[in-house]
């Protein structure tokens, strides 16, 4: 079944840092990039980093450089995104998608079902 | 940078009806256009990308048009199933997404 399974819900302080992880299965993950989007509550969607898992390549949001990584794991078909020094405006659901191997300009045709994630003192 | 401003911000229609939702960039950006569902709690979906394509598997009661600066997501014969909202994202030099259209059902 090709799907892309991310991790559970994280509760974070402010100032601290979380990594969402994102597995891919029922494809072959080095032949698509895997973006990251997040929706806040009750808002639109808002891209936030792409990254090949076939080239290592990565590209960010010019909002968020300096303060997310995205990496992959070609061992385990995963992905993961690191983001630090939290804020509460953080707060939102955080999502992984399938996109283009070799160009963060695409369109994006498989999506995981998101992590929350919750910034709160 | 170059905004996409999607109209109208909601609609409600009855069932059968055909809905058209706009898509309008500052600037060019060709046809490097896509359209994604989104029902409440759930991911977003691909409907359409490079502005007409229509993704495997969508229903082709969806159909896309436009390019240049001007887009439009069609909806022929509403079912109560597209109760949802509509998003367009540009991909010609960087990634947004424009503010979405929800669509209610009557």
């Known amino acids: 079944q090709v799907q892309l399974v991310q991790s559970e819900a994280e509760v974070k302080k402010p100032g601290a840092s979380v990594t969402v992880s994102c597995e891919a299965s029922g494809y072959t993950f080095l032949n698509y990039g895997i973006t990251w989007v997040r929706q806040a509550p009750g808002q639109g969607l808002e891209w936030v980093a792409w990254?090949?898992?076939?080239?290592?390549?990565?590209k960010y949001a010019q909002r968020f450089q300096g303060r997310v990584t995205v990496t992959t794991d070609t061992s385990t078909n995963t992905a993961y995104m690191e983001l630090r020094s939290l804020r509460s405006d953080d707060t939102a659901v955080y999502y992984c998608?399938?996109?283009?191997?070799?160009?963060?300009?695409?369109?994006?045709?498989?999506w995981g079902r998101g992590t929350l994630v919750t910034v709160s003192s | 940078d170059i905004q996409l401003t999607q109209s109208p911000s909601a609609l409600s229609a009855s069932v059968g009806d055909r809905v058209t939702i706009t898509c309008r960039a500052s600037q060019t950006i060709s046809n490097w256009l896509a359209w994604y569902q989104q029902k409440p709690g759930k991911a977003p979906k691909l409907l359409i990308y490079?502005?007409?394509r229509l993704e495997s598997g969508v229903t082709s009661r969806f159909n896309g048009s436009g390019s240049g600066t001007e887009f439009t997501l069609t909806i022929n014969s509403l079912q109560p199933d597209d109760s949802a909202t509509y998003y367009c994202?540009?991909?010609?030099?960087?990634?947004?997404f424009g503010g979405g259209t929800k669509v209610e059902i009557k």
């Open positions: 990254v090949s898992p076939y080239h290592g390549e990565t």
């Open positions: 994202q540009r991909y010609d030099s960087l990634i947004t």
């Open positions: 998608a399938r996109a283009g191997h070799s160009n963060f300009l695409w369109h994006f045709d498989l």
């Open positions: 490079k502005a007409s």
